[in-house]
Nanobody, 119 residues
Framework: QVQLVESGGGLVQAGGSLRLSCAASINILSINVMGWYRQAPGKQRELVADITSGGTTNYAESMKGRFTISRDNAKNTVYLQMNSLKPEDTAVYYC?????????????WGQGTQVTVSS
């Protein structure tokens, strides 16, 4: 079982920045992929960015150049630095962990943190 706790959301004006944190209950080096997703009202949940245990990153096209995902293995925490925020970035942001153990793959989700960008 992996528990994920997000923090760092809030209200920010367009053009501003926020940094989200996701603290895991286990050593994140044992988690194959950790990622950030978001879900806006009335829309499907979508990938924002993810990062492998080896440090390889992947971004949704619309987030490239504005968002940066990183990890601090010593703190078992993954971050999402969000710059140049736009009103359309308003959503609940969720942390996700893909945990592989043998042939078994489990996905875990945090409770979400609200990000609101005002125009």
């Amino acid at each position: 079982q992996v528990q994920l706790v997000e923090s760092g959301g809030g209200l920010v004006q367009a053009g501003g920045s926020l940094r989200l944190s996701c603290a895991a209950s286990i050593n994140i080096l044992s988690i194959n992929v950790m990622g950030w997703y978001r879900q806006a009202p009335g829309k499907q949940r979508e990938l924002v960015a993810d990062i492998t245990s080896g440090g390889t990153t992947n971004y949704a096209e619309s987030m490239k150049g504005r968002f940066t995902i990183s990890r601090d293995n010593a703190k078992n925490t993954v971050y999402l630095q969000m710059n140049s925020l736009k009103p359309e970035d308003t959503a609940v942001y969720y942390c996700n962990a893909r945990y592989e153990l043998g042939y078994r793959i489990d996905y875990y989700w945090g409770q979400g943190t609200q990000v609101t960008v005002s125009s």
